[in-house]
């Protein structure tokens, strides 16, 4: 995947070269910057989890189909979970204040930054190739030990996520 500090670089226009040049412009756009790359990511990352939410309720169907009484239950509250956090992924907070936070941030900061999305992304990755894996089980009888699997993945999903914006939070305001 391309870095997105490199593909917010790439789209810039001349005007905004020319505000990075203009002295006390340029903390605007690196801001402005941020903001972007950020928002890229979690539209990136809500995208990944709404694809894990349609192969669980592809899975939800295989339950139904199988009339999986306990398991039917558990696969639902999966659906909802999923979609939970892909919600709060797309609509969280952007984790500094905009024009109104006088800040600097240190390349320490940026890269630490850039592990958490960076291992983010691998966990929606893994997330999405484990919902595949489910949808395509043959046997829905097996899905069992499967789905505990699939929560806990998503709880340290969800856990990394807020830890994210709990960094982002303290560095950027």
């Known amino acids: 995947?391309?870095?997105?500090?490199d593909k917010v670089k790439e789209e810039r226009s001349f005007l905004k070269k020319i505000e990075l040049a203009i002295p006390g412009f340029?903390?605007?756009r690196?801001?402005?910057?941020?903001?972007?790359?950020?928002?890229?990511?979690r539209d990136y990352l809500a995208r990944i989890l709404d694809d894990?939410?349609?192969?669980?309720k592809e899975v939800r169907a295989q339950i139904t189909k199988a009339m999986l009484l306990d398991d039917m239950e558990?696969?639902?509250?999966i659906v909802n979970y999923v979609n939970k956090i892909a919600s709060e992924v797309r609509h969280a907070e952007q984790g500094y204040m905009g024009l109104v936070g006088d800040y600097?941030?240190?390349e320490n900061e940026l890269?630490?930054?850039?592990e958490f999305d960076y291992?983010?992304?691998?966990?929606?990755n893994e997330l999405l190739n484990f919902a595949k894996g489910m949808a395509s089980e043959p046997n829905a009888n097996a899905l069992a030990p499967m789905l505990r699997d699939f929560e806990m993945r998503l709880r340290d999903f969800e856990e990394s996520f807020r830890k994210r914006r709990d960094y982002m939070l303290e560095v950027f305001t």
């Not at 995947?1 to 500090?5: E, F, H, I, N, P």
């Open 1 to 5: 995947m391309t870095d997105l500090r």
């Open 52 to 56: 894990v939410e349609r192969y669980a």
């Open 119 to 124: 291992t983010l992304i691998s966990n929606a």
């Open 104 to 106: 600097r941030v240190g």
């Open 30 to 41: 690196k801001r402005e910057d941020l903001r972007i790359a950020d928002s890229m990511l």
């Open 111 to 114: 890269n630490r930054l850039y």
């Open 26 to 28: 340029r903390g605007y």
């Open 74 to 77: 558990e696969i639902g509250k």
